[in-house]
């Protein structure tokens, strides 16, 4: 197990980043710095906490319950 002081700090170099809680913490990330951090744009989101087209803007391939997954175009 990996401790991290942050959101970004845990994020660093993942293959895919998974939201599992609706605090308000993970639903204010900052997806610029996010996706600086990250090794693969990836994002599920368990919780539906995003809008799967501000999430493509961002160049994430977003995957939330319920809806269609929406990919980032090359």
């Known amino acids: 197990m990996r401790y991290a002081t942050d959101i970004y700090e845990a994020a660093t170099d993942a293959d895919a980043v998974l939201i599992l809680t609706d605090w308000k913490e993970f639903a204010a990330i900052d997806l610029v710095r ?5 090794r693969f744009p990836i994002v599920i ?9 501000e999430m493509v803007k961002h160049g994430f ?3 939330s ?6 990919y980032q175009a090359d």
């Open 61 to 63: 391939t977003y995957v």
């Open 65 to 70: 319950v319920g809806r269609p997954a929406n």
């Open 45 to 53: 989101d368990g919780r539906n906490l995003y809008k799967p087209q």
């Open 34 to 38: 996010l996706h600086k951090a990250v």
